[in-house]
Each structure stands twice: as C-alpha cells, then as structure tokens.
C-alpha cells in the first residue's frame, strides 16, 4: 500500500513539474499583425477587412467603388504598388467597380494598405520616360532607333521622397544619353500620392561617364508649375508634368573641349484605370 502511494506522489509530482514546462516550451504562441486599409478618398469608395490577424492567417480585403468610381490599385504603405505575384492576389470585376486582395498575415504583409479609386483632386504618378536634347525647343523627340548624336553615357538615379531626408528609388538608368531621343522607363512599382495639400521631392542624380556627377531635389505640388535658373516643372492637360533640367557638359573632340548645354526632361504620368485594373 505504501508503495502505490509512493508512486502515486511520484507520478503527481512529475506532472506538477512537467505541465509548466509543457506550456512555455511545447505551446509557442503565433504572433498577430494588425492590417489596415484606406481608400484613397472616402467619397470615391469603401474597404473592408481591417483588423488583427494571427500569423499564417488569410487576409481578404475588399474594395468598392461609389459614384461610378472605377478602381485603379492598390498600394501598400501608400508607397508602393501591389501586382499578383507569389505573395498577393487581385480580382478586379470587369467594370473596374470592385476588388479583393488576398495574402497570408505575416511580418512582411503587415500595416496599411489603401484601395485607390479615380479622383480629380490627387493623382498618384509614376516615372514613365525621359530624353536629353541641346535645344528645348526642338520639334518632336525622336524614336529610341535613332542614331542621333551621343551627348554622354553614364547613368541617372531618379528617387523620389515625402520628406527633404527620407527618399527612395524610383528608377536607376544606365546607358548612352543621345540628344532628342525619348526613352521609355520600365514601369516602377514606386508611386508618389500628390494632392493638392501635400507635396513630394523629386531628387535625380546624373553621372556622366566622364565622372561628371549633378544632384538636383525639386519639390512638387500638385497643379503648380515652378521654374528657377536650372529647373522648370510644368504641369501638362493630360495631368502628367515634365521635369525639365538644364546643365553643362564638357565633350572632348580631338584636342577641342565642347562646353554645351543639354537639358534632361522627365515625364511623370499619373495611374489610371485603363493601365492597372486586372480583370
């Protein structure tokens, strides 16, 4: 009889030591995320699926168009465009009036995303081509075939940024600078949001293979063009806007320096339904 009650005390002791140890090692808790979701403005939809998410959990956030306001994307961090790919998936109904995003909750996919619906007073814009030319005056830019006259090679950094210290990369260009020729960027998933109460910093930094090197920050309005020495900013009908910046290079021809003036024009164009919407 002693013996069973022993072992009875053995085996209840064991269990008042194991069952502490079963719940801080053998039961690791998930961590959550919390997600949130904006529209662009509320007049021009509504969004759903806000909320804490536990880790490995499915996120479905859905977005409707109000007033006829068609969809055009979504933007995560209200930086960065959001394509299907391994990680997101979009269904835009053929109307471009609905959307559903879905991810898995994790580290990565957590904080703000915002649903962005056609809007006339702010445009989200995106880096779609530049050229260099000698005479901002001339006719028509000429196609990227062309084998017009070679001002520079080297490459152009264009970044963009909400604050004068905090900038991020919207486009790296690296190649032959040839006078007139329009090229056309590979679309960034970089996107500045300028309204009419906010404004953005367009920095671009040119290196010409002669280790010339210029740095010019420009801050952009939505609406307003500005012009100084150097730079001009021009807003056009169709709500792109032109950066247009004119410096000095140096060209070597046998033993005869050529100081020559050239202006770089960037185009930024703003999203649109027709150009986004996955149906």
Do not use: H
């Given at each position: 009889?002693?013996?069973?009650?022993?072992?009875?005390?053995?085996?209840l002791?064991?269990?008042?030591?194991?069952?502490?140890?079963?719940?801080?090692?053998?039961?690791?808790?998930?961590?959550?995320?919390?997600?949130?979701?904006?529209?662009?403005?509320?007049?021009?939809?509504?969004?759903?699926?806000?909320?804490?998410?536990?880790?490995?959990?499915?996120?479905?956030?859905?977005?409707?168009?109000?007033?006829?306001?068609?969809?055009?994307?979504?933007?995560?961090?209200?930086?960065?465009?959001?394509?299907?790919?391994?990680?997101?998936?979009?269904?835009?109904?053929?109307?471009?009036?609905?959307?559903?995003?879905?991810?898995?909750a994790?580290?990565?996919?957590?904080?703000r995303?915002?649903?962005?619906?056609?809007?006339?007073?702010?445009?989200?814009?995106?880096?779609?081509s530049?050229?260099?030319?000698?005479?901002?005056?001339?006719?028509?830019?000429?196609?990227?075939?062309?084998?017009?006259?070679?001002?520079?090679?080297?490459?152009?950094?264009?970044?963009?940024?909400?604050?004068?210290?905090?900038?991020?990369?919207?486009?790296?260009?690296?190649?032959?600078?040839?006078?007139?020729?329009?090229?056309?960027?590979?679309p960034?998933?970089?996107?500045?949001?300028?309204?009419?109460?906010?404004?953005y910093?367009?920095?671009?930094?040119?290196?010409q293979?002669s280790?010339?090197?210029?740095?010019?920050?420009?801050?952009?309005?939505?609406?307003?063009?500005?012009?100084?020495?150097?730079?001009?900013?021009?807003?056009?009908?169709?709500?792109?806007?032109?950066?247009?910046?004119?410096?000095?290079?140096?060209?070597?021809?046998?033993?005869?320096e050529?100081?020559?003036?050239?202006?770089?024009?960037?185009?930024?164009t703003?999203?649109?339904?027709?150009?986004?919407?996955?149906?």
């Amino acid at each position: 009889m002693k013996t069973k009650t022993r072992t009875k005390n053995l085996f209840l002791l064991l269990l008042i030591l194991l069952v502490p140890m079963l719940l801080l090692f053998g039961c690791e808790e998930l961590s959550t995320f919390r997600i949130d979701v904006y529209v662009n403005e509320n007049k021009n939809g509504t969004v759903y699926g806000y909320g804490t998410y536990t880790e490995g959990e499915t996120v479905t956030l859905t977005a409707n168009g109000l007033n006829g306001n068609r969809f055009i994307t979504w933007v995560y961090q209200n930086k960065t465009i959001i394509s299907n790919n391994s990680t997101y998936t979009i269904a835009t109904s053929e109307d471009g009036l609905n959307s559903t995003l879905t991810f898995i909750a994790s580290d990565a996919t957590a904080d703000r995303y915002t649903a962005v619906f056609e809007d006339d007073s702010q445009q989200y814009y995106t880096l779609s081509s530049y050229k260099f030319t000698t005479d901002i005056n001339s006719a028509e830019p000429l196609p990227e075939e062309t084998t017009e006259t070679l001002i520079s090679g080297g490459s152009l950094n264009v970044m963009i940024g909400e604050t004068i210290t905090s900038f991020r990369e919207l486009a790296l260009i690296e190649g032959d600078f040839r006078d007139k020729v329009t090229t056309y960027v590979t679309p960034s998933n970089e996107v500045m949001n300028l309204s009419y109460t906010s404004s953005y910093y367009i920095r671009f930094s040119l290196t010409q293979g002669s280790g010339q090197s210029q740095i010019r920050t420009l801050t952009v309005t939505l609406g307003q063009d500005s012009s100084t020495d150097d730079v001009n900013l021009i807003f056009n009908q169709d709500n792109s806007f032109d950066v247009q910046y004119t410096f000095q290079i140096t060209t070597q021809e046998g033993e005869e320096e050529i100081v020559q003036d050239v202006t770089l024009i960037l185009n930024f164009t703003p999203l649109s339904y027709q150009e986004t919407t996955i149906v």
